[in-house]
C-alpha cells in the first residue's frame, strides 16, 4: 500500500510540473493594456511637462545609429520617424507587464504583444509619448534593432479609443468612431496586439484635465506588405 501511495504521490507532481510548463509554453490570451498617461512626480525620471515636444527637439539619426549596436542581441534598441520622433527602447522589468518608462527619450517595448504576434512600444504622453500625435498614415518608422539594422515599417491606421476607467489597464473601452462600439480590455488587446507582424505605438490621450481619459495607437506595417 504504502509503494503504491508513493507511486500515486510521485505521478501527481509530474502532472503538476507538466501543466505548469505547458503554462509557460503556451500564453494565456492577456486583457492587460497599460495605462500611458500621468506618473506620480516621485516616479524616477518623471517629467512633468515636456517643453521639447516639437519636432525640432529630436535626438539625432546619427545618435541612435551610434547606440543601437550597444545593444544586446538583436533586440530593438530605438525608433526614428523622419520629423517625429527618436527613441531609445527599453524593456519592461521580469514580471511587469504593466511598466511605462517615464524617461524622456525612451520608449518601452511591451513584452506581451510579443507573444501574439506583434511589435509594441507603449510612453507616457506627459513624456516620449507626446511624439506619437506627430504620427500620420503613410509616415515611415524605423525600427533600429541591437545589430545595427534597420527595419522599416509605414503607418496604415490610428485608432483612439475612451477608456471608461482611465487609470486601470482592464479597462473597458470606446471606440472614438460614429458607431462608438465598446470593448472589453480583452477585446481590445486582441484587436490591436494580436496583428501578426505589426507595430505598434500606444500612448494615452488627455481629455477634460485628465492624462488618462483614453488611448491612442499608431498602428503600422512593415514596408512592402500589401
Known amino acids: 500500500m504504502c ?19 505547458a503554462q509557460l509554453l503556451i500564453p494565456m490570451r492577456s486583457g492587460l493594456i497599460p495605462v500611458t498617461g500621468a506618473l506620480p512626480p516621485d516616479t524616477p525620471g518623471f517629467v512633468q511637462s515636456w517643453e521639447g515636444r516639437g519636432p525640432s527637439s529630436l535626438n539625432p539619426i546619427s545618435r541612435l545609429l551610434t547606440d543601437a549596436p550597444l545593444m544586446r542581441g538583436d533586440a530593438p534598441a530605438a ?14 522589468p521580469p ?40 504620427l500620420h498614415e503613410g509616415q515611415e518608422i524605423w525600427v533600429i534593432r541591437g545589430g545595427g539594422d534597420m527595419v522599416r515599417y509605414r503607418v496604415t491606421e490610428i485608432l483612439r479609443f ?53 488611448r491612442l495607437f499608431v498602428i503600422a506595417r512593415p514596408v512592402g506588405d500589401a
Do not use: K, M
Open 3 to 21: 509503494n503504491r501511495r508513493g507511486v500515486w504521490e510521485r505521478w501527481l507532481t509530474w502532472v503538476a510540473i507538466g501543466a505548469a510548463a
Open 79 to 92: 525608433l526614428y520617424a523622419p520629423s517625429a520622433l527618436a527613441l531609445r527602447v527599453v524593456q519592461q
Open 95 to 134: 514580471a511587469r507587464p504593466g511598466f511605462v518608462s517615464g524617461e524622456r527619450g525612451v520608449a518601452t517595448q511591451f513584452g506581451l504583444a510579443s507573444q501574439y504576434g506583434s511589435l509594441g512600444f507603449l510612453a507616457h504622453n506627459t513624456s516620449s509619448g507626446a511624439r506619437f500625435s506627430y
Open 162 to 214: 475612451q477608456a471608461l476607467t482611465p487609470t486601470s489597464p482592464y479597462s473597458d473601452f470606446l471606440g472614438l468612431t460614429p458607431e462608438g462600439e465598446r470593448y472589453t480590455s480583452t477585446e481590445l488587446f486582441n484587436l490591436i496586439y494580436g496583428q501578426e507582424g505589426a507595430l505598434v505605438l500606444q500612448t494615452c490621450i488627455e481629455r477634460d484635465g485628465d492624462p488618462n481619459w483614453g
